[in-house]
């Protein structure tokens, strides 16, 4: 049972963490929760740790590791090998885990479900979730996610255009690529992951 400072002071690492990716040093803690002693801020996150709601690292400047955080990590499936989709190859079984946590989380990074047939060509399909690392910038050729006049957003494939012009374009033959002026367009991220169940 954790007294309200150590919840206040947990509750803090938690929303850091959703926040940043990472986990905040002693000083930020003892800063966003208006402390004025780091000594006593010292004292909180060792209850926590022994009250088994955090692990520490000793000698790391953010060795502050949220339990549930680690717990996740462990999330693994058995990675048996690899499997042809074009010619047969051999079947070897390999002896190793893909851990899920570590393919699709990490720093800003959010999911969204897809709705339409506007990337089918990428095999990006209606109804899958898309894993987007957060990020303002984009390599031509990136899938990212992109706001058109603070407005809606859309996923596309970018390109650069001469005359400071911007294009968004769909993976589906049938459809045509948007072309914006460049300060009409925002990036708000780049395609990382995808997923399908079936």
């Known amino acids: ?17 959703a ?6 040093t002693l000083a930020e803690i003892t800063l966003g929760l208006g402390i004025s002693s780091k000594g006593s801020m010292h004292k909180q996150v060792q209850a926590l740790a022994e009250a088994g709601a955090i692990h520490l690292t000793p ?4 060795g502050i590791e949220l339990i549930d955080e ?8 058995p990675l048996l090998g690899r499997i042809a989709a074009g010619h047969p190859i051999e079947a070897i079984p390999d002896q190793e885990n893909l851990n899920i946590a570590e393919f699709l989380l990490g720093p800003g990074r959010f999911a969204l479900l897809v709705q339409g ?5 990428a095999g990006i399909l209606d109804g899958d979730t898309v894993i987007i690392r ?15 006049d603070d407005e809606s957003a859309t996923l596309k494939r970018f ?13 589906n033959k049938s ?24």
């Not at 049972?1 to 963490?17: G, H, K, S």
């Not at 047939?117 to 060509?121: A, E, G, H, K, L």
């Open 134 to 148: 957060r990020q303002e910038t984009a390599d031509d050729g990136d899938i990212v996610v992109a706001l058109i």
């Open 59 to 62: 000698g790391r400047k953010r």
């Open 19 to 24: 926040r940043e990716g990472f986990a905040p």
């Open 1 to 17: 049972m954790l007294t309200p400072a150590q919840q206040r002071t947990l509750d803090f690492i938690r929303q850091y963490y």
């Open 117 to 121: 047939d506007s990337m089918i060509d």
């Open 159 to 171: 390109h650069r255009r001469v005359g400071n012009k911007l294009e968004l374009a769909p993976e």
């Open 175 to 198: 459809l045509r690529p948007l072309v914006f002026e460049a300060h009409r367009v925002r990036i708000q991220g780049v395609l990382v992951g995808q997923l399908r169940t079936y």
């Open 70 to 77: 680690v717990e996740s990590q462990a999330l693994t499936i």
